[in-house]
């Protein structure tokens, strides 16, 4: 039997391949599926079965895809909801046959009403593994505030308490050896204090996870995993709805976004669709020069996730600048959470803009050292476009949070005729907040180099004292 972990960091994300006696299962998988039939194939093996945790929110499941390709039955916990493709509605306690292993469905509603694990049993009977979604992540469990985005008599309450009883009941009770597998770590929105590890033991988890203490009572469980919680972003309910719907083969979707341009052709559909030119380098190239209005967020970070909290609408046709080679990768990736309407890459790059004599625009940057030199001389009004949580942490005495996750809130405490320094951590959101302002009129920003490790690291600065943070969102 082999068990496998596919962990994509940009997502936060893990899918599992599950294979026994030459039948193998894919759980939450990606979007694009060609890994998942080719580890398959390379093992001569057949994939049987495709189960869903959930109706995922933060990325768009290769469910669809992979059951086309490949006849795989398509498993989700129990639910009425009408969708655009077949699927087998399992029942709690439902087993099903893996080869010489047995893989049985525990429905856990709480982060969504059809939220379920799926226990691995192996062919002695022992139990293995818990796939557990977003139910229990480790060192957290799943956020509850999601589905009452899609289904509006949910509250928050209301799924926090049936968490809490699919934890006590469902969960809890299994063997402290079970390895844990979850769908998601550090660095997803779908929890709000999740560790960098991506698997531990349950009895660990037991013993160290803050929503799983044996003394909590139900009151005190939702009030603890409500406290820190701040709005999803806005594409959640969008994918939602594409993993319920079906969407469009992403074959498809890569052809046509891979689609390369002449710097004519890249005006004509900018000027005929109103896209949104996204800019995938790195921040202090992309500095340097750039097309007119063009959003930064570089393909080197967290790409996925700033995509889809910056532009929102996944509907939106998009341009893409990318380094060669990248393309298909950016396609792909914005594919992941539903941004499918691409339109084709700009040939030749920023180069073959600026030899074909189209204007250019550029943001201006300052060190950290720099920056120290300047506040001798006078005051200066700097921006720190981290997370609140990050921000209540600790941050540069005077500056103002104006966080890049929720940014039309953010810009009303800009003021256009002010100058304004700007960081982030390290400088990758730094640049995407400048150059998202810059498309629209404020002119006055100036992107710190290095972020706050980069202030800190001068000396020259005030910082406040540091406060453990109570949550990561």
Not at 78 to 100: A, H, I, S
Not at 131 to 152: E, H, M, N, W, Y
Request: aromatic share 8%; with cysteine.
């Amino acid at each position: 039997m082999k068990v496998e972990q596919i962990y994509t960091g940009c997502l936060a994300q893990g899918a599992y391949y599950i294979e026994s006696n030459g039948e193998a299962a894919i759980i939450d998988p990606l979007r694009e599926v060609s890994p998942y039939i080719q580890m398959a194939k390379d093992r001569n093996a057949t994939i049987k079965f495709i189960f869903e945790t959930h109706f995922h929110a933060d990325f768009v499941s290769g469910h669809v895809d992979l059951a086309r390709k490949t006849g795989a039955a398509i498993v989700y916990g129990p639910t009425t909801m009408k969708t655009g493709f077949d699927f087998v509605v399992g029942e709690d306690g439902q087993e099903f046959k893996l080869g010489n292993a047995v893989i049985r469905l525990i429905h856990t509603p709480g982060h969504t009403m059809e939220s379920s694990c799926y226990l691995l049993i192996d062919e002695n009977g022992k139990e293995i593994a818990l796939f557990s979604g977003d139910t229990l992540f480790i060192g957290d469990v799943g956020r509850p505030d999601l589905a009452q985005k899609v289904i509006a008599e949910l509250t928050q309450e209301k799924l926090a308490g049936h968490l809490f009883d699919s934890l006590r009941n469902k969960i809890m009770p299994l063997h402290d050896d079970i390895i844990v597998y979850p769908g998601h770590g550090a660095g997803s929105a779908c929890g709000k204090m999740m560790s960098d590890e991506t698997t531990d033991t349950l009895g660990h988890q037991k013993e160290s996870n803050y929503a799983l203490r044996a003394d909590m009572g139900k009151a005190d469980f939702i009030d603890a995993i409500l406290t820190g919680l701040t709005p999803p972003p806005g594409y959640f309910p969008q994918n939602v709805m594409l993993n319920i719907s079906g969407y469009e083969s992403i074959d498809k979707i890569v052809e046509k976004g891979t689609t390369p341009l002449s710097v004519q052709a890249f005006e004509a559909l900018l000027d005929e669709h109103g896209a949104l030119v996204l800019d995938t380098r790195g921040a202090q190239s992309f500095a340097c020069g750039f097309i007119p209005n063009a959003y930064n967020i570089g393909l080197d970070g967290s790409f996925a996730n700033w995509v889809g909290t910056t532009v929102v609408d996944v509907k939106r046709p998009i341009l893409i600048v990318a380094e060669e080679g990248k393309e298909e990768e950016v396609v792909t990736r914005l594919a992941r959470i539903g941004f499918d309407n691409t339109l084709g890459f700009l040939k030749g790059g920023i180069a073959a803009w600026k030899a074909a004599g189209r204007e250019i625009e550029t943001i201006s940057t300052i060190t950290a050292d720099e920056m120290a030199q300047l506040k001798i001389r006078e005051e200066l009004n700097i921006l720190d476009v981290r997370r609140a949580s990050e921000y209540n942490s600790e941050h540069v005495e005077n500056a103002i949070n104006t966080p890049l996750d929720y940014l039309d809130d953010s810009i009303t405490k800009v003021d256009k005729n002010k100058t304004y320094y700007v960081h982030c951590k390290s400088g990758y959101r730094s640049m995407v907040f400048v150059s998202i302002l810059k498309s629209k009129g404020y002119r006055n920003l100036i992107d710190i180099k290095g972020g706050l490790e980069a202030i800190k690291e001068t000396g020259k600065f005030s910082i406040s004292e540091y406060v453990a943070p109570t949550t990561m969102l």
